[in-house]
């Protein structure tokens, strides 16, 4: 007999959501100078969640100058006293998490066990790793005395908002940079607080800045004469035009873009945390992850076995709504998101390939898709090739390690994969040969912030956490 689910809604009383968000620039909020705003919806529910500033060309100037000004003070700063404020701000973090994974699920649609249980708790990590560095600069490997490179114009994407600024904020301010940084425009929101708590540390005004904004304020903050350093995550196709953006510069950049993970299951795995593995790999934050394991390649000899129990797996996965605590998969981000998810998955069944998905009731309002597998998946398929960013898994088999090899290795990314085998010598021999800047084995999407992050190819280039995320931030 199966159990049937209560409702387990996490409430939403703990989070303050106020009508409308200004910049945050040099210390203070502030609306836009031409004053004009956007909407940020939940996308589980379409709810318009607030209004936030749009910022131009000369918020992003009032912006980097503020950073300017204040990196002068900052970056003198001895490193253990930077580090107090940023062991202040990971503190603030902790002690505000619930409200915070409360929001980050409103505005983004992740199931609150992600926020609460992932995204959250690696934030503040993030934040204690790096105030840990902050006074051991000089034994990082960079030389002795190494130094700062000035403001850093920092954008980031929507899957995971708050990590991403961590990713960004928080080394960038340990190595005594200071910062101007751009949210996604569908997900503002925790952004927006994270500069109130910035406040709550008493940080200097300046250090960090938050401009609210689209792809156009990204451009402009990127472009502008006077940042130092420039970090983006996003899409390979706006890292690539940002990358024109600063060639011929001196401006510092680094890139983490998009991915195309092999998950790779070979006869000896152990089936069942092998299925727990796909699931996660492909299924966590509704696939909007980069390093996503998008594309399964089994060993035929087992294919039939472990179909069947991912199938059964699939089948018992919850999609809904993100703030009940039982809920695997939450709402896909946008309304463009989803359209994009559709149309690639309705390429995968033109082009030959057959798609299943288990029965699940869909919410009526929102933005919803189920969690989906092909098989009979080619390589030539764009399924196969292109990133859905979404629920999405494409199954590809294969027979020897060297044909797995070949078949992982085949796309222009190359930012993750996993392994599973019970054998050692397999594992490292696969590991280094697969142009992947992480390699996970009999595990997937494992994070942590002594560990560099980062890609090949067109996954991008520098790595973010670990000691190497320093590099990024020092002028070295
Ligand atoms: P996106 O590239 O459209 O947007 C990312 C950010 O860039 C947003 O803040 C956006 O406003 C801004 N932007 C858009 N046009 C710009 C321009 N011309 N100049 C400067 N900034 C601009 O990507 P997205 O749809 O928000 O995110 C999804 C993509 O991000 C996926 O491809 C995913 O793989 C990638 N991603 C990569 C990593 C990583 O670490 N490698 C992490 C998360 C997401």
Known sequence: MAFEYAPAPESRSVVDIAPSYGLFVDGEFRPAEDGKVFKTVSPSSEEVLSEVAQAGQSDVDAAVRAARKAFEKWSALPGAERAKYLFRIARIIQERSRELAVLESLDNGKPIRESRDADLPLVAAHFFYYAGWADK??????GSDPKPLGVAGQVIPWN??????????????ACGNTVVLKPAETTPLSALFFADICRQAGLPKGVVNILTGDGSTGAALVAHPDVNKVAFTGSTEVGKAIARTVAGTEKKLTLELGGKAANIVFEDAPIDQAVEGIVNGIFFNQGHVCCAGSRLLVQESVQDELLEALKRRMSTLRVGDPLDKNTDIGAINSAEQLARIKSLADSGEAEGAERWAPRCELPSTGYWFAPTLFTGVTQAHRIAREEIFGPVLSVLTFRT????VEKANNTPYGLSAGIWTEKGSRIL???DKLRAGVVWANTFNKFDPTSPFGGYKESGFGREGGRHGLEAYLNV
């Open 137 to 142: 600069l000089g034994h990082a490997g960079f």
């Open 160 to 173: 995971f908002p708050l990590l991403m600024l961590a990713w960004k904020i928080a080394p960038a301010l």
């Open 401 to 404: 390690p060297a044909e797995a």
């Open 429 to 431: 021999w696969m590991a």
